[in-house]
């Protein structure tokens, strides 16, 4: 008897795609349809499907001595319930190659009619890969599938070429299968009938044509993806060395992002308009010696550099200094250029732009590291899923191959990792020796801090002459030194330590580098607006300030390169020559404080030199070609690979709040409460920076009602904090929830888990039942195959009875 699910269909099902809920109906339906067959086939003795001879017998014996097991153990199945299993919705519902097929058809049916083209007369219309007018049986022939196949084989022929090939590229066929559609799409008995040299030839044409495009569609896409900044030199970096040492390079070229989106209104609302209308010179230009470049004086002084060279009066309009230090008085008639209001607003809104950049990319950062779901499956995607069969270069496909390796060693590294686990008594010497390193490094920390701070208050106590410049360095000089030295000292402490997991050892040393940056950078600060601007007091203060950061920038970069070039250089042939060691490792953790400490500056520094992110994006691009040259000549591979999974979510975190934040909170209070100095930049004879926006608004008071509401902007969202501690705490606010809504998502996806796994036994309860029934229908067949085939008695056997 065979069964047949026939769900109802409505007009509006026709040209739509399944939608959840009509699957999930359909599933509703299979499981009914299941039981009535169920209990049928237990009170009425009615067959599913025909047995040939002796399949019965043979079915039933079989079943005798097998048994349905759960997902943990082994499946032995008799035929019956195979053909129950292959028609589970799971197996049908596009999986089989007729489904596919089916639906597919379907698709192109769909394509014509958008494109207003005849419909094929005289055909049925393909259902869609779901059990509508599925036969329970599973009888399926060769036969049906081939018509679906000549319906599918039609309606392509209908379509454009282009059309035509981004639908068999679609199809999740074999290359085989698609090859055999092809050639029957272009088949002679399938072309329609006419003049076949001249519709040949055009059809050639039209195909060499539309291979052409698609070939410089392809070309053209390569050299896009050839545009992007280190394509090729990041992919050679991770499949060679892992994720952990490319996490140091995506830093790096963040950070390059970074400092474009910050350059770009600086140069358009500051830089630009100041050499549109240059101020007049205040005396004799000095001459350029090449020191300039290390102490950023000099001739280096009166540019658009520094602060002290941008102007206090309105650009557009010629205006001559007034005596007694004063700001210009534009005409009626002119259209002013404000250049301190200009400046206040440009800082502004390019640190507003890079604040709201930060938290994006963090945010954005911590969904992708941070993916909802667990890697149970994850050596599996990897090892099934991992390679782009669309690779047909030697060096791509080895450079693949290697990244494959590499992330395969990884994934292992940190499953073995998860099963590690320690006594108690190893734990509490574990303690012991975590507390005694972490005392010592907080008092290198500390005797760094102090060697800063006394040999500050030495160069104020004793001032360089103006015309030793070169002695300014020595400030710039010990700090660097120390920032040299201190990471050497903690990684040999580190050693001492042996963490089990190659993360958290990077994760201390990062901390420990980033407290001894961040506390050096405080001293710094209070050395520059506490000490230093009541000390110059008779000199542009801003100046110094500005071209004390870009030192520090410059010999930051001239020790990093001396580190990377001499230090790793000396340390591989020492290691490998002398020790037998092979070559070092990368240190991610100092390396990365290095561009963070860098980045720090460049914040610090752009209020009082304007085109420090110049000067720090072409340390960057100088810094990332010298550090890949040095990784490749003279590091190695991790020995205990792991995987930073999180590594850049946790580098964009302290960018973000450590930096970023400590450098707002500077800029700040050297906005609103440092006194500017009187004879140079924009906000000279002012009480403080922020004054020049008084000073508009009550411009804007008197110039008549029209911008009334200018005024009433300044006063209730600029000068009031309420509003500042408002975008605070929503910003906060908003952090916590990305954080909480991913941990919902954790939680519902635990929920579904659990809910598979009861639907997954569900199914094998019901695969029992179904088992069973079938295993009594079976029997009950064989017996009766017996008893048919028994030979009657003979009337003589009865009478001699």
């Given at each position: 008897m065979a069964s047949v699910l026939d769900v109802p269909e409505t007009p509006e099902d026709q040209g739509r795609e399944p939608s959840p809920y009509d699957e999930s109906e359909m599933h509703q339906s299979f499981h009914l349809?299941?039981?009535?067959?169920?209990?049928?086939?237990?009170?009425?003795?009615?067959?599913?499907?025909?047995?040939?001879?002796?399949?019965?017998?043979?079915?039933?014996s079989a079943g005798n001595q097998q048994a349905l097991l759960g997902p943990e153990g082994a499946t032995a199945h008799s035929m019956a319930t195979l053909r129950i299993l292959a028609s589970m919705p799971s197996r049908t519902i596009g999986r089989s190659r007729g489904a596919i097929i089916s639906q597919y058809y379907s698709r192109t049916v769909r394509l014509r009619r958008r494109a207003s083209r005849p419909q094929l007369r005289g055909l049925g219309r393909s259902a869609r890969p779901s059990l509508r007018l599925y036969d329970l049986e599973l009888d399926s022939t060769a036969l049906a599938e081939e018509e679906k196949r000549v319906l599918l084989v039609k309606e392509l022929q209908g379509l454009p070429v282009a059309?035509?090939?981004?639908?068999?590229?679609?199809?999740?066929?074999?290359?085989?299968?698609?090859?055999?559609?092809?050639?029957?799409?272009?088949?002679?008995?399938?072309?329609?009938?006419?003049r076949p040299g001249l519709l040949g030839c055009c059809s050639r044409l039209r195909y060499a044509c539309a291979l052409a495009s698609h070939d410089l569609g392809l070309g053209l896409l390569s050299g896009l993806q050839a545009l992007v900044p280190w394509h090729y030199a990041l992919k050679r970096i991770g499949g060679q060395f892992g994720s952990s040492v490319l996490s140091y390079f995506l830093f790096l070229k963040t950070l390059l992002a970074f400092n474009a989106l910050l350059l770009l209104p600086l140069l358009a609302f500051l830089v630009g308009v100041q050499t549109a209308f240059p101020p007049a010179p205040q005396g004799p230009v000095p001459t350029f010696t090449g020191l300039e470049l290390l102490t950023g004086g000099g001739r280096f002084t009166d540019t658009v550099m520094y602060y002290g060279y941008y102007s206090n009066a309105t650009l557009n309009q010629p205006c001559a200094d007034p005596p007694d230090g004063g700001q210009c008085t534009p005409e009626a008639a002119s259209l002013p250029y404000n250049m301190p209001l200009a400046y206040l607003f440009t800082i502004g809104a390019a640190f507003f732009i890079t604040c709201f950049t930060l938290v994006y990319s963090m945010s954005h950062?911590?969904?992708?590291?941070?993916?909802?779901?667990?890697?149970?499956?994850?050596?599996?995607?990897t090892v099934f899923c991992s390679w782009d069969h669309k690779v047909t270069q030697k060096r791509a496909s080895r450079l693949q191959c290697d990244n494959i390796r590499t992330q395969l060693k990884e994934?292992?590294?940190?499953w073995q990792l998860r099963r590690g686990h320690r006594s108690a008594c190893g734990r509490l010497r574990r303690a012991?020796?975590?507390?005694?390193?972490?005392?010592?490094?907080?008092?290198?920390?500390?005797?760094?801090?102090?060697?800063?701070?006394?040999?500050?208050?030495?160069?104020?106590?004793s001032p360089v002459p103006a015309d030793r410049e070169g002695a300014l360095l020595a400030l710039p000089l010990v700090v660097c030194l120390l920032n040299l030295g201190a990471p050497y000292l903690y990684r040999g402490l580190a050693a001492l330590e042996r963490h089990d997991s190659p993360v958290l050892e990077v994760y201390v040393a990062v901390c420990r580098n980033l407290i001894l940056k961040m506390v050096t950078l405080g001293i710094l600060c209070y050395h520059w607006l506490g000490r230093r601007v009541a000390a110059l007091q008779d000199q542009c203060w801003e100046n110094f300030v500005g071209q004390e950061l870009y030192r520090l920038m410059v010999l930051d970069f001239i020790f990093t390169l001396l580190d990377t070039l001499c230090g790793e250089l000396v340390w591989r042939l020492i290691s490998e020559r002398r020790l037998g060691w092979g070559k070092p490792e990368f240190d991610i953790a100092r390396n990365v404080l290095e561009l963070i400490y860098g980045q720090t500056l460049t914040w610090l520094g752009v209020l009082f030199s304007p085109l420090l992110p110049a000067v720090q994006i072409i340390k960057l691009l100088l810094l990332f070609y010298v550090k890949k040259a040095s990784l490749l000549a003279n590091c190695q591979a991790p020995r205990r690979p792991w995987l930073a999974s999180h590594m850049r979510t946790v580098f964009i975190s302290l960018l973000c709040f450590p930096c970023f934040l400590g450098a707002a909170i500077f800029l700040c209070y050297a906005v609103w409460q440092v006194k500017p100095s009187s004879l140079c930049g924009p906000f000279r004879s002012l009480d403080s920076m922020y004054e020049a926006g008084k000073v508009w608004v009550r411009r804007l008071e008197r110039a008549g009602p029209q911008v009334s509401w200018l005024p009433w902007v300044h006063r209730y969202l600029v000068e009031n904090t309420f509003p500042v501690y408002l975008l605070s705490a929503l910003l906060l606010a908003v952090i916590y929830l990305n954080i909480q809504v991913v941990?919902?998502?954790?939680?519902?996806?635990?929920?579904?888990?659990?809910?598979?796994?009861n639907e997954g036994e569900d199914k094998i309860f019901l695969i029992n039942k179904l088992h069973s029934v079938y295993e009594r229908k079976e029997r009950s067949g064989a017996g009766r195959t017996q008893e048919g085939a028994a030979p009657p008695a003979r009337p003589a056997d009865h009478r001699a009875a």
């Open positions: 349809l299941i039981q009535e067959q169920s209990q049928g086939a237990a009170e009425e003795g009615l067959e599913l499907q025909p047995q040939a001879p002796g399949a019965g017998a043979a079915g039933a059309q035509r090939d981004h639908v068999l590229r679609g199809m999740p066929l074999s290359l085989a299968e698609k090859r055999c559609l092809r050639e029957e799409m272009r088949s002679p008995s399938r072309r329609p009938r006419g950062s911590f969904g992708e590291s941070y993916r909802v779901g667990s890697a149970l499956g994850a050596h599996a995607i994934l292992l590294a940190e012991a020796v975590l507390a005694l390193v972490w005392l010592l490094c907080l008092g290198i920390t500390l005797g760094c801090t102090v060697a800063v701070y006394t040999f500050s208050e030495h160069m104020i106590e941990k919902g998502q954790r939680k519902v996806i635990r929920l579904l888990k659990e809910q598979i796994s």
